[in-house]
């Protein structure tokens, strides 16, 4: 079933996941984190992802764990600061619609811009994480 109410308004990239039966857990703009319930997570703004970045942000489960999300984000311009970013969502905080705990805006190669994404590992438990540098 498509969800229609969502709270993103973005120029260009966004990210969801969802569980295992398909069922929406949060989304982003790369700059603000929105639950299941499409409600602003508390700790979920001030990432350093930007609103005209082609891709803005991914989301991947943290490998061998049952509660926490990576978030990586990118800024929107070439040399900007930003560069690529994690944050983690622990989906067990507030009651289970999830949060950002306190790791956030961990900076992991700065002056990279536009463009995230993720591969699964041959192993099928790790991701590769691929920016433009």
């Keep these: 079933m498509a969800l229609t109410d969502g709270m993103l308004i973005t120029r260009e990239g966004c990210s969801t996941i969802s569980d295992q039966n398909g069922d929406l857990l949060f989304y982003t703009d790369g700059m603000t984190v929105y639950n299941k319930n499409h409600t602003l997570m508390p700790n979920g703004s001030g990432l350093l992802g930007h609103n005209s970045s082609t891709q803005s942000a991914i989301i991947v489960k943290k490998p061998a764990s049952t509660t926490i999300y990576y978030l990586f984000t990118v800024d929107g311009f070439t040399g900007n600061s930003g560069g690529l970013n994690y944050s983690e969502v622990d989906i ?11 790791n956030k805006n961990i900076n992991i190669v700065p002056g990279t811009c536009e463009e995230v994404t993720a591969i699964k590992h041959q192993n099928g438990t790790d991701f590769w994480i691929i920016v433009r540098l």
Excluded at 92 to 102: K, M, R
């Design 92 to 102: 067990t905080l507030q009651g289970g619609l999830g949060d950002i705990n306190l």
